[in-house]
Every structure is written in structure tokens, then in C-alpha cells.
């Protein structure tokens, strides 16, 4: 019964991350450059991805807790449903040219990614120890089709917006309006029954505890590898974020169109969630440690290629972008399980909840500090000073595998 109600809830957690992905990845070089246009400044166009990332960590306790009280249903769906709402304050704020209003909106469309990054530990509230990885990078890989897609429907979307008369920009809100709207019904209509909830009437658990943000962060504290666990999702997210959100405006120093912007951001993409099934199969085969620091290495590699690309040059920028997408996959993806797998069933939501919280924190002091970066110095700065806290986990990994 369990494997039956598994496999029909990755099924559903993947198609719902489709249409998340379909949503949300174009609004990443539309808000960014919508910001821009609005204030008329490079260095404050990171405020926009800055402010959605800072809405999936205010988020991420939330809906840990509506977990812990209702099941995965209730809290997925109300995520996704303040992204739609947000959505429409991005619109709003993108026609009024009001920047309040638009980074209202973004801040709310970043509970989507949060209520998408809790969809991974969703994946695995039935999954066994032997495949825990590989149930949650088919989730993962569910957001390839949209988020690839995505960011190439700028244009199209953008035509749809300028038909109202209102700014192209605001044209990937719209579709991420509708793609929120589906992955509510969705959640609502699909995700039965409750694997969360169906878990914890099959093992027969104690009420799990409703703990507060300092009671989970004191608990990692005494858990060096539930510890070493976020600390790697948090650093592989900073670097993606850091250097993926400024790519677009970088190109657009050079006049590059929307149609090349968004298939560098494609490639991008392609790199964080195609592979993640792959990527699932070796952290389970070669350790979470290990996959860990396949992460690292490509994260570093992947700095140095997007370091030396002109603005004009899509094709090194790709690979550069492409590289950090996987990187980002192999972190995530392998710290996750190694989380997932490290702390007690009881703390199993407060954790995960912490850890998107310091993920997304990480994530949004990295977007608002490239802005800067990229406003005084260079796009090539911004990659070597990104590299610095990759390099810093690169020690903790060692580190942490002498212990093990």
C-alpha cells in the first residue's frame, strides 16, 4: 500500500513542479531587470531575487509547522497559493512602476520555491533508506520541463503583457499567475492520501514537537552532520543565486536580447534539474559526503568558466551557468538526504524547515551583495568572491569525513 501511495505521490510532486517551474523561472531575469528599469539602477536590480528568496525563508518554518498540524496537502497548497497572490502584486507593481509593490510581489512568489523546495522532503516521507536520494532528485527533476521552458516564454508572455498595454517585463508574472493557480488544484485534487500524514500513522510516531526557530537550530548544533548537511545546501544556494541572478543583467550590458538571456538561464536551469535523477543514483551509491564534494569541484569550475566570459559571450556564459546549475543539484540533492537521514523522526519537519530558512537567508544576503558586487566592481569579481564560501566547505567536507 505504502509503495503504491509513494509512487503515485512523486508522480503528483513532480507534475506540480512543472507547473512551478514553468511559473517561476522566467519571473528570475524578469524581475531583476524589471527592477532595474523601475529604479533606473544596476546595483539595486539583485532586489528583486533578494526579496523572493527572502519570502521562501520567512516561509519555510510556516509551512514546516502546517505540516506537523495538517500534512504536506495543506502546506503545499497554501504556499503555492500566496505565490499567485504575489504574482499579481508583481503585475501590478510592474505596471504602476511602483517598486514597493513589485518587491511585495516577489517577496510573496518566493513562497512557491519554498513550498517547491518542501516538496523534495515530501518525496521521501515514505521513501526507504536505499533510494531516499534517488525519490528525491525525481522530484527535483520535475521542475526541469518547467523551468527550462520558462524562461523562454519571456517573449511570448512578454507580447501577451504589451496586448493589455502593459510592460513586456510583467508578461512572465502573468504566466506565473495561471502555473501557480494549476499546482494548488493540483495539490488539492492529487495529493491523497497525506504522505506525510500516512507516514506517521504507519510508524506510530509521538506527536512531533511545534518547536521554535532556536530550539531547531539549537538541536543541528549538537549534530555535526545534520550541521555539515545545511551548511551545504546553504553554501551550493548562495553561489547559484549570487551569480545566476546577475548573469542577465551582465549580458544586458551589451544590448543582449530577452530571447539569448533566456536561454543561457535555460541551460542554467537544465544543469539544476535534469540531471538530478543521476545525480540521486551516485549520492546514494558513493555517499552524501563524497557527492557532496562532486558539488564542490563543479561549483569551482563552474565559477572560473563564468569569470572569464564577456557579456556577449552566450556560449562560454552557458557552460559556465550550466556547471553551476549541477553543482547546485549534487549539493542539494545529497545534502538533503544526508539531513533527512541524520536527525530523529520527531525533528524531521523543524529541520528541514531551519534548514530551507538558512538556505534561503543564505540565498538572499548572496543576491543583495552581487548586486552590489556587480554595481562597483565586475561580473568576473562577483564569480571569485562567490568561489570563497565553496572553498570554505570544501575544508568542512574534509573535516566532517575524517569523522565519519
Not at 523601475?38 to 528568496?53: F, K, M, N, R, Y
Not at 509551512?63 to 503555492?80: M, N
Not at 508572455?157 to 493540483?186: K, S
Request: proline letters at 4%; one cysteine or more; a positive charge.
Amino acid at each position: 500500500m505504502s509503495e503504491l501511495v509513494q509512487e503515485r505521490t512523486v508522480k503528483v510532486l513532480a507534475l506540480t513542479q512543472v507547473l512551478n517551474g514553468l511559473g517561476v523561472a522566467g519571473t528570475v531575469a524578469a524581475g531583476s531587470l524589471l527592477v532595474s528599469s523601475i529604479t533606473g539602477s544596476e546595483t539595486l536590480a539583485g532586489l528583486a531575487q533578494t526579496s523572493s528568496v527572502l519570502g521562501a525563508a520567512a516561509l519555510a518554518l510556516p509551512l514546516a509547522r502546517l505540516t506537523s498540524r495538517g500534512g504536506r496537502r495543506l502546506a503545499l497548497s497554501i504556499g503555492y497559493l500566496a505565490g499567485l497572490m504575489g504574482a499579481l502584486f508583481a503585475i501590478l507593481g510592474g505596471v504602476e512602476r511602483n517598486i514597493y509593490l513589485m518587491l511585495l510581489g516577489t517577496f510573496l512568489v518566493g513562497s512557491a520555491s519554498a513550498a517547491g523546495y518542501q516538496a523534495r522532503f515530501a518525496a521521501i516521507d515514505l521513501a526507504t533508506d536505499q533510494h531516499r536520494a534517488r525519490q528525491l532528485s525525481f522530484v527535483v527533476w520535475g521542475a526541469t520541463i518547467g523551468a527550462v521552458a520558462g524562461p523562454n516564454l519571456m517573449d511570448p508572455a512578454g507580447a501577451i503583457a504589451e496586448v493589455f498595454g502593459w510592460p513586456r517585463l510583467v508578461g512572465p508574472y502573468m504566466l506565473a499567475a495561471v502555473t501557480l493557480a494549476l499546482a494548488t488544484l493540483v495539490i488539492q485534487l492529487f495529493l491523497r492520501p497525506d504522505p506525510y500524514l500516512l507516514a506517521e500513522k504507519n510508524s506510530n510516531r509521538p506527536p512531533l514537537s511545534r518547536g521554535s526557530t532556536r530550539e531547531s537550530l539549537a538541536y543541528l548544533r549538537t549534530n555535526p552532520r545534520a550541521l555539515f548537511a545545511i551548511i551545504s545546501i546553504a553554501i551550493g544556494h548562495v553561489a547559484m543565486v549570487s551569480v545566476m541572478v546577475m548573469t542577465p543583467v551582465h549580458m544586458a550590458h551589451v544590448d543582449v536580447t530577452l530571447t539569448v538571456i533566456g536561454l543561457v538561464i535555460s541551460i542554467h536551469v537544465i544543469g539544476m534539474y535534469a540531471f538530478s535523477p543521476i545525480v540521486g543514483q551516485i549520492s546514494d551509491r558513493i555517499g552524501r559526503v563524497r557527492a557532496i564534494q562532486v558539488g564542490i569541484a563543479i561549483l569551482l569550475l563552474s565559477m572560473l568558466v563564468s569569470g572569464v566570459a564577456a557579456a556577449d559571450d552566450e556560449i562560454t556564459l552557458g557552460i559556465g551557468l550550466f556547471l553551476l546549475g549541477l553543482g547546485w543539484s549534487f549539493t542539494l540533492i545529497a545534502g538533503s538526504a544526508l539531513l533527512s537521514e541524520s536527525v530523529s523522526p520527531e525533528m524531521k519537519p523543524a529541520t528541514q524547515g531551519a534548514s530551507d530558512l538558512v538556505m534561503n537567508l543564505s540565498g538572499a544576503a548572496g543576491g543583495a551583495l552581487a548586486g552590489v558586487i556587480i554595481g562597483t566592481l565586475s561580473y568576473a569579481w562577483l564569480c571569485f568572491f562567490a568561489a570563497v564560501p565553496v572553498l570554505y566547505l570544501l575544508l568542512r567536507s574534509r573535516a566532517i569525513e575524517s569523522k565519519i
